[in-house]
């Protein structure tokens, strides 16, 4: 568990130091995504919601029937709990189209579901690469953080989460939460 915890940190350290240094430098991004991404920040939590949605559906285009319906597909097992079968999908579409950051999105996810950490932390920050706004990689990573003891780190990367999106659902409570553990308080 050790070796473990010490690759996880060193995966983690290069992470953070990623995102922070050169989350400005990316903008790659349509200019439908920038729109959207510009309103998202003023947007009421309504409103935010709503853009919200539009930001995955636009990040969920792969540009290839063939990618989407294995999307569709690893989705679909990730609902049925399938999570080796979510993760063979989600791998031929990465191995067939290794730029298309919402695959690596959706096998992280799966690679959490199914309790494999570093994995999950190794495709995000793939998707972070390729995506740096990616708020919902973000959130994922904090979570992790969170789960693996390592609250200081969580309450950053929630915090660059929420600098994209203000309104993003769990990431405002777990802010909350975790600065008050780190005051030492009693919720």
């Given at each position: 568990?050790?070796?473990?915890?010490?690759?996880?940190?060193?995966?983690?350290?290069?992470?953070?130091?990623?995102?922070?240094?050169?989350?400005?430098?990316?903008?790659?991004?349509?200019?439908?995504?920038?729109?959207?991404?510009?309103?998202?920040?003023?947007?009421?939590?309504?409103?935010?919601?709503?853009?919200?949605?539009?930001?995955?559906?636009?990040?969920?285009?792969?540009?290839?029937?063939?990618?989407?319906?294995?999307?569709?597909?690893?989705?679909?097992?990730?609902?049925?709990?399938?999570?080796?079968?979510?993760?063979?999908?989600?791998?031929?579409?990465?191995?067939?189209?290794?730029?298309?950051?919402?695959?690596?999105?959706a096998r992280a996810t799966a690679y959490y579901m199914a309790g494999e950490f570093g994995p999950s932390v190794a495709d995000i920050a793939h998707v972070l690469s390729l995506?740096?706004?990616?708020?919902?990689?973000?959130?994922?990573?904090?979570?992790?953080?969170?789960?693996?003891?390592?609250?200081e780190k969580a309450l950053e990367v929630y915090k660059a989460a929420l600098a994209i999106h203000p309104h993003l659902q769990g990431a405002v409570e777990a802010v909350e939460?975790?600065?008050?553990?780190?005051?030492?308080?009693?919720?």
């Amino acid at each position: 568990m050790g070796r473990e915890a010490a690759i996880l940190n060193r995966i983690v350290a290069a992470l953070l130091s990623l995102f922070l240094t050169c989350a400005g430098a990316w903008a790659e991004d349509t200019a439908k995504l920038d729109g959207l991404f510009e309103r998202l920040k003023t947007a009421d939590e309504g409103e935010a919601s709503r853009i919200e949605r539009e930001i995955w559906l636009e990040w969920s285009k792969s540009g290839s029937p063939a990618e989407d319906l294995l999307l569709q597909r690893g989705k679909d097992a990730m609902d049925l709990g399938d999570y080796p079968a979510a993760i063979e999908h989600f791998t031929a579409i990465i191995d067939h189209d290794p730029d298309f950051a919402e695959a690596w999105n959706a096998r992280a996810t799966a690679y959490y579901m199914a309790g494999e950490f570093g994995p999950s932390v190794a495709d995000i920050a793939h998707v972070l690469s390729l995506n740096p706004r990616h708020f919902g990689a973000l959130s994922g990573l904090a979570l992790i953080l969170e789960e693996s003891g390592k609250p200081e780190k969580a309450l950053e990367v929630y915090k660059a989460a929420l600098a994209i999106h203000p309104h993003l659902q769990g990431a405002v409570e777990a802010v909350e939460r975790l600065e008050t553990e780190a005051e030492g308080q009693e919720l």
